[in-house]
DNA sequence: GCAGCAGAAGTAAGCGCTTACCTGTATAAA
DNA sequence: TTTATACAGGTAAGCGCTTACTTCTGCTGC
């Protein structure tokens, strides 16, 4: 039912060798015959199976992507860029969605072991750089949004550290001094890095940000809102707050809001990712942007590359992040 | 490197035959050596090749989605719950934005062939019935959010039609009478359902529903935005409107802020998905709520009875919608 | 006029599995 | 004891490709 190698060659009267060459364009094959077997190919809607061909040793020319969950704008941003790429390239993508659960990314890992993907982006929280190594031992990985200290594998980060600088710098410049975080947890390092970004520029102007400051939430908008309540309810409540994600800041937001204090005038808020929520709420977020496409894209490019060479130069990438300033942070209004 | 099918046997004393036999659970093996079998594929640390099994004529296990964009947050839960749906069951999906270019449809399809996919799902807009009708000639084919009238391929839609009317009925109850309806192109059907729902439901209300009122957009919130700001510059522009989809109603909330029109006080807008943008605006959304989730779960349940079973009874699913009030409607204040 | 060689095509051995079919053995039926 | 029979397992033929190697022509160059 489906055309094969075979019916080609039959049909042209060649060896499936000589269908097989002129397919992947390799050996030496008159410019003649090769217009007949295309034409051929052309007329029996022929498609090589990439199965077929894969078991040969060559590639699948599929990768795999692991992260956190789809439907986190973020994370579909950077997906999108990944696909993009990726077929653009030739390769077809999984998703995997792997909420940060362990169990959920020993499955997929699995999975995609079985499947035979030429090599897998990780945008996902995964154990140990123990764990990680031993990945990479059976496949090519790339680590998207996140160092892996003792792993030395490609990776390709924003600048988590500037992000977080820029925003205090904002902030200060607006007059702020009393001003709280809200972070997912810290154990990955961009989110320690734009810590460290945040914290550096508010010690540079001379002031202080205190451990009580930091509030580690949930990637959720229900969590930032409800721990923002909380925060915002206190007579000694900050002036302006940095969110380590868009969500988290739309929870604060909202929060706000409810609290009846409002944004910029009395509260006013940074964010991270700058993804289309950002554009959408009201004030709109001012954020730190996270060049999501660019990410996506080089993360395939490493990927391949390590797919492709033998050197294995570890490349580690890191983009600019940019401030966006929209009309979520201000002044203080007395 | 890898072990395959041979080490396993080798080391356990018996053919691949047998090895593969308690892989698959078929034939009959004595637990003894299911057992002994199964504790060296442990310990090789063994993983199957699908790329081989599928060869031998099987299943792929793997599915496409083709959609029109993942960072679309309505595609982006559509994709989610397909993935775990499909994950859940031992499928890989490759995920395939189309932006809805023809040319882009045609070079993922033909990928998706060459990958020898199990099947697809579809929930981007692909020609003619006619196309469609040659795909599913090729491979089994379930289409999301979309009626193919001549086609006769196993669908999931929401219930379009009521969703109009849910919409219409609630803005006619808080006293609206000239109402204006923000839609994608009209070619697809869930579009003129979810019109011909709005319109019976302001007709049998003994009131009309002009053409005037009906502006088609592209699926992009500025598009919405640059239309509703033309619209709602006039003397006579409506006090609602019905917009086919968060993005475009994103953008009227923002043309009516920019126009000076408070929502609900002088504009109501009712949107339709319910996807993160709609609880995210200021005010949030009045929706009504397609059943992503669901959908997407379904579109891979009935795939799967496409892959697998002879009979091929080709379902129609249609799930139902429910109107979300929330802050973006009310009465009119004078 | 013939060795040497490059160009063009074919041969056949796998890649890692599944499966139809065959074999050998222990048990039950005759 | 002989024969049928279910069990447990093995044999080997592919699935649709790639590729190292071989073969056959027709030229070059001396």
Known sequence: MKATIYDIAREAGVSIATVSKVINGKGKISEERRREVMAIMERLQYQPSVIASALTGKHTYTIGLLLPDLSNPFFAEVARAVEDRGHQLGYSVVMCSTDNKDERIERYLSLLKQQRVDGIILATGIGSAEQLKKLNHAMPVVVIGREVPESNLPTVVADDWGGGKAAAEHLLALGHRRMAVFAERLSITSSRERLRGFRQAIEEAGFTLTDEAIVICDDRIDDGRRQASALLRGSDRPTAVFCFND??????????????????????IVSFDNTILAEVTDPPLTAVAQPMTHIGASAVDLLLEEIGSKPKIKARIALPT???IRRSTGRIVE
């Not at 800041?249 to 509260?267: F, M, N």
């Open 247 to 268: 969500l988290l800041a739309v929870g604060v937001l909202q929060a706000a809001k409810e609290a009846g204090l409002s944004v910029p005038a009395q509260l006013s």
């Open 322 to 324: 940019e401030l966006v």
